[in-house]
C-alpha cells in the first residue's frame, strides 16, 4: 500500500491508496500508447523510405525505357531507310529487267531486212499466202530477220529450196531461194545468222511471215528503210 503525505500546514494529514492492478493498468496504458506512437512512427519512416525506394527504382526503369525507346526508333529509323534504298533498287532492277526482255524481244521479232545488199522488191498478193519477192545480186547472203530455230529445209519446186525458221512468239518466217544452204532442221539462228549464199545474179528471193498460223503481209512487219 502506497502512502502519501501532505504538508503539514495543510488540515490533516491525507492518505491516498492506490491497489497495485491500478498501477499495472495504467503502466500498460502508458507503454501501450508508447508503443504504438512509436509502431507509428516506425511505419511511416518504412512507407516514406519504400516510396523513395520505388520512386528511385520506377526513375530508374523510366530512363531504361525511355533509352531503350529512342534506340528502337533510330533502328527503325535505319531500317526505313534501307528498306527505301531496297526499294529504289528493286525498282530500278525491275526497269532493267523490263529493258533487257524488251530488247531481247526484239530479237525474235522478225523485222530485219532479210539480204545483206540491196535489192529490188514487189509484194505478191495473188494468193491469200502474201509474198515479197527479192531480186539479190550474186554472192549477197539471204539471213534469218531474227532469232529463232530452223523448223524444216526443204526442197521448192518454184524457188529451189526454202527455209523455214520457228521464232517462238507466235511468229514463223520462210525463206525461198535456189542458193546454197547453210543451217539444217533443229538448228538454232541469230539475227543476221546466213541461210543461203545466192549463187546466181538476178536470183529471186520468196518472203513470208506468218503469225499464230496465218499470212501475214510482210512489208507491215519489215523495218525497210532506203
Not at 45 to 60: H, I
Not at 93 to 112: G, N
Not at 120 to 143: N, Q
Not at 206 to 215: P, T
Request: net charge negative.
Amino acid at each position: 500500500m502506497l502512502i502519501i503525505s501532505s504538508e503539514k500546514s495543510m488540515s490533516g494529514l491525507r492518505q491516498h491508496r492506490y491497489h497495485p492492478f491500478l498501477r499495472l493498468i495504467l503502466a500498460t496504458l502508458v507503454c501501450a500508447v508508447l508503443g504504438a506512437v512509436i509502431g507509428y512512427c516506425y511505419h511511416e519512416a518504412g512507407q516514406l523510405q519504400l516510396q523513395q525506394v520505388q520512386t528511385g527504382s520506377e526513375k530508374a526503369q523510366i530512363a531504361v525505357l525511355q533509352k531503350q525507346n529512342e534506340e528502337l526508333e533510330k533502328k527503325i529509323a535505319d531500317m526505313e531507310s534501307t528498306l527505301q534504298v531496297l526499294s529504289e533498287t528493286v525498282t530500278q532492277k525491275t526497269q532493267t529487267v523490263q529493258d533487257l526482255t524488251q530488247a531481247l524481244d526484239q530479237w525474235y521479232l522478225p523485222t530485219e531486212f532479210p539480204l545483206t545488199g540491196a535489192a529490188t522488191m514487189e509484194l505478191s498478193t495473188e494468193s491469200a499466202e502474201p509474198m515479197c519477192i527479192f531480186t539479190a545480186g550474186k554472192d549477197d547472203m539471204v539471213i534469218s530477220t531474227a532469232n529463232g530455230t530452223v523448223l524444216a529445209v526443204n526442197d521448192d519446186g518454184m524457188f529451189g529450196h526454202n527455209v523455214w525458221i520457228d521464232h517462238g512468239n507466235g511468229y514463223v518466217t520462210i525463206y525461198r531461194n535456189s542458193g546454197d544452204v547453210k543451217v539444217k532442221q533443229g538448228e538454232s539462228v541469230t539475227k543476221g545468222t546466213t541461210l543461203f549464199i545466192i549463187k546466181d545474179a538476178q536470183s529471186k528471193l520468196g518472203y513470208q511471215i506468218m503469225q499464230d498460223g496465218e499470212y501475214r503481209n510482210p512489208m507491215e512487219i519489215l523495218a525497210i528503210s532506203g
